[in-house]
């Protein structure tokens, strides 16, 4: 089965801003995949340009195995998107916007459009301009999940959303994910939102793609710190390749390793004698932290 | 005072924010009314011609009674337009930068600094009431640079800036009342609207002695025009005024504590919770039918005025070579009250472009909010939901001046005890403006379509046209300058010849223009910002 988005080269300027630099991206059919990057790493320009409101300057999108600019149209029958700040009409209710976005798509599950907004708590008679960001976020939200649609483009889709909510949302991509065998590309900044649902991430950072995977596969690249008591001198650790930011106080020495160069720094903490070890697993932020700051370099 | 806390630096964002607009309104009206003291002293030289222009029944209606006839009374009573327009821009002025920034959420962002409950209305007032007060000195000194008395040039100084205070304030009301910019706006035009009506039936009225005259004294654009600059100057009108306008700041004052930030004293009703719009043409439909309906009932109303004043100004024509040759330079033809009608279809057609322009332009605006886009993600191409606009760019018009034809024809041929013959030919003659209207829609479109951050100099197309309309009505005007605008090119109905070639290639201009604007339309990026 074809992806059912891949991107390869995307380049995108405006004036002399690069807002692409030559972007890669693979999302699988039926996998739900996370699009991680700072403000500003290109994530919107990439999502407007797989809907086709965006012509890239250079490289290549197949969404649906269609080309987005040329087939917008037809695609737009297959897909759903959210964007991350919804703007509607203020006179229009948020039934009526609803039930306007999904008829334009070419028709909406009524059922369905009823137990999702029961279960949003999203009151569809008031008008648009009596709504908060997050209610107008769940509008968008119900017009997305109520169509019968492949493919979900959620850009930030829970900005405003109470916890409870972003609760709901997770039930729902699940869902749709899971029953449904949808394939989901979801923008977020919220690493718990991202560990719970994603199949597969990318990171973008100033418009490439600096890392792609599945979580566990990124873990790896994680450090794990370690803080240890030990019997002897410790000797020979600073040599032994991954160990990072190597201090002692008190007899106690602390450090990180690369948790894939773990083994060997075990097997010399054992030789020199251990007290006591604490070790600390890799956590996801750590790893954000890491590739979102701009000095790194992979 | 607490409540004021951060009005300077409100007064600051607002100038930089209009520091383009501000200036140019200004210096324009100021410009326009000085110029016509030169250009109407030599037009009308004389005591008896001016008296005799001024007392055509029509243009009491438009501009109110001439004071008595020395030159500042009649390029005073002249000006009668320009109150009105500085009132509106005024009022306009007050909203954008009141209910406009609450309903975008902008307030809010400021809200959080420091910035008193009453310091966004106070900084829009007296931006609007410097801006006011500016353009009143300028205007004295103006006018008496011309040669005119020094105290009635203070006089028509205080008489526009009042007006524009006056106004000023009934916005700062009207944004009190609701939380949609667009019905404050409608509220607050509405009640312009309404006191120059008032003023215009009752002006009308007491000229045929008829029993209506009174209405006058309930319009306040009436009491600013009874200040009567260059005749007796009654100041005491210009402090009615101002007790007016300080009397409706404190109802702004009271309304706006009463209310929280965002919200109005109108509740919002609550709307259907399923819909029954499924089309890009049903939701365009939505967004452009109040516009059509006020356009429509407006032209109606404009029709029926100077269809209902036809008859008078083709008596007193009659014996005044001078006015005969104003509306055959605006269009007119041979026949008298033809040439009249001719050149008011001209007039109503210039306006309709303004409409057009601005229905247009909702296209752009739907893209500048964000709104186009979750539309475009969804299977409406972009043909389909520009088209969905451009309907009403195009009919709308089309609509207005249907409406404003059948009331002229109504109303001239009830005068005269013709309507099945007149109502046709009138109808007619709205509807020949059309292709001069098209074009400007197409160059609109043709601007949102290759330079979309440039889509606000769109009004210069209705501007440029009626600037020339107006220029070319008051004096001889070089051919090519006039060739510029196309309703230039239109036959002058009623009463003219018509020939195709102009019609067409007028229509071929808007097609070709209009259709590149819409191939650039699809090739460019979404949403530019």
């Known amino acids: 089965m074809p992806a059912a988005i891949s991107t390869e080269g995307l380049v995108k300027r405006f004036g002399r801003t690069n807002a692409l630099d030559s972007l890669d991206l693979t999302v699988r059919t039926g996998e739900v995949h996370g699009f991680l990057g700072p403000n500003g790493a290109g994530k919107t320009t990439t999502i407007r340009i797989l809907l086709g409101m965006t012509r890239a300057d250079s490289g290549t999108a197949r969404v649906l195995d269609g080309d987005p600019w040329s087939d917008a149209t037809e695609l737009h029958r297959r897909l759903a998107y959210v964007p991350g700040d919804v703007t509607l009409w203020p006179n229009l209710s948020g039934g009526e916007a609803i039930d306007l976005l999904g008829r334009m798509r070419g028709g909406i599950d009524k059922l369905r459009k009823a137990e999702l907004l029961e279960r949003f708590d999203l009151d569809p008679r008031k008008k648009a301009r009596a709504y908060s960001k997050g209610n107008r976020q769940k509008v968008a939200l119900v017009a997305a999940f109520a169509s019968d649609v492949e493919l979900l483009l959620l850009d930030e889709p829970t900005s405003g959303l109470d916890p409870l909510m972003e609760e709901v949302f997770r039930e729902v991509v699940q869902e749709v994910s899971d029953r449904d065998g949808r394939t989901v590309l979801l923008s977020s900044h919220i690493l718990s939102e991202v560990e719970a649902l994603c199949d597969r991430v990318t990171i973008i950072r100033a418009g490439r793609a600096v890392e792609s995977g599945t979580l566990s596969e990124l873990r790896h690249l994680t450090r794990t710190s370690i803080q240890a008591e030990l019997v002897g001198p410790m000797d020979g650790l600073a040599q032994l390749a991954g160990v990072h930011d190597l201090r002692e106080d008190d007899g106690r020495v602390r450090f990180d390793v690369d948790t894939d160069e773990i083994n060997p720094v075990l097997r010399r903490l054992t030789e020199i004698g251990v007290r006591s070890l604490v070790s600390q697993p890799p956590s996801l932020e750590e790893l954000f932290l890491r590739l979102y700051e701009p000095e790194t370099v992979k | 005072m607490k409540s004021l806390a951060g009005t300077r ?430 074009v400007l829609v197409a160059i609109s479109i043709a601007i949102v379509g290759f330079v979309p951050r440039l889509s606000m100099v769109s009004w210069a197309g209705p501007a440029i046209c009626i600037l020339i309309g107006l220029v070319s009505a008051g004096v001889a005007t070089a051919d090519w300058v006039r060739d510029i605008s196309p309703f230039t090119h239109l036959p002058s109905l009623p009463g003219g010849s018509v020939s195709a070639a102009p019609l067409i290639t007028l229509l071929a201009i808007a097609v070709v223009v209009g259709f590149a604007g819409l191939v650039g339309l699809r090739r460019r990026d979404m949403p530019v910002g």
Not at chain 2, 28 to 52: H, M, N
Not at chain 2, 55 to 64: C, M, P, Q
Not at chain 2, 355 to 363: E, G, H, I, M, N
């Open chain 2, 9 to 438: 630096g409100l007064i600051r964002l607002i100038l930089r924010r209009d520091r383009i607009v501000l200036p140019l309104w200004i210096v324009l009206l100021v410009a326009i009314s000085v110029s016509y003291v030169k250009q109407y002293g030599d037009l009308f030289p004389t005591p008896e011609s001016r008296t005799k222009y001024a007392s055509n029944a029509g243009f009491i209606t438009l501009y109110g009674e001439l004071s008595g006839t020395s030159l500042g009374e009649f390029v005073t009573w002249r000006l009668g337009f320009v109150p009105v327009m500085i009132g509106l821009i005024s009022l306009l002025t007050v909203i954008r930068h009141t209910r406009v920034e609450e309903e975008t959420g902008r307030r809010e962002l400021l809200g959080a600094t420091v910035i008193g409950r009453h310091a966004q209305l106070a900084a829009a007032l007296l931006v609007t009431f410097g801006a006011n007060l500016v353009l009143g000195v300028l205007l004295a000194f103006g006018m008496h640079s011309q040669g005119l008395p020094m105290a009635g040039s203070i006089a028509i100084a205080l008489e526009f800036a009042c007006t524009g205070w006056f106004f000023a304030a009934v916005g700062a009301v009207a944004a009190q009342l609701t939380a949609s910019a667009g019905t404050a706006r409608g509220i607050a035009i509405g009640v312009l609207g309404g006191a120059y009506v008032l003023r215009a039936a009752g002006d009308t009225s007491a000229r045929t002695d008829g029993p209506l005259g009174w209405l006058s004294y309930l319009s306040p654009i009436a009491w600013a025009q009874r200040i009567r600059p260059y005749a007796e100057n009654r100041w005491w009108l210009a402090i009615l005024l101002l007790v007016a306008t300080v009397a409706l700041l404190a109802v702004a004052v009271v309304l706006a504590v009463r209310r929280d930030v965002g919200g109005g004293l109108l509740p919002d009703r609550l709307g259907p919770a399923d819909g029954t719009l499924g089309s890009p043409l049903a939701l365009a439909w939505r967004l452009h039918r109040g516009l059509l309906a006020a356009w429509t009932v407006g032209f109606a109303l404009l029709g029926l005025l100077f269809g209902g004043v036809a008859k008078g100004v083709g008596d007193l024509m009659r014996d005044d070579p001078s006015i005969q040759e104003m509306f055959q330079r605006m269009g007119g033809s041979v026949g008298l009250i033809d040439s009249f009608l001719a050149g008011v279809m001209t007039l109503v057609g210039l306006i309709a472009s303004a409409y057009a322009v601005q229905a247009t332009l909702r296209l752009r605006a739907e893209e500048t909010s964000g709104r186009a886009e979750p539309v475009l993600a969804t299977a409406t191409s972009r043909w389909q939901w520009a088209a969905s606009h451009l309907v009403f760019s195009l009919l709308g018009p089309a609509v207005a001046l249907l409406a404003a034809g059948v009331a002229e024809g109504l109303a001239y041929g009830a005068a005269i005890g013709d309507v099945s013959g007149q109502a046709p030919r009138l109808v007619g003659a709205a509807l020949a403006q059309l292709p001069a209207v098209w």
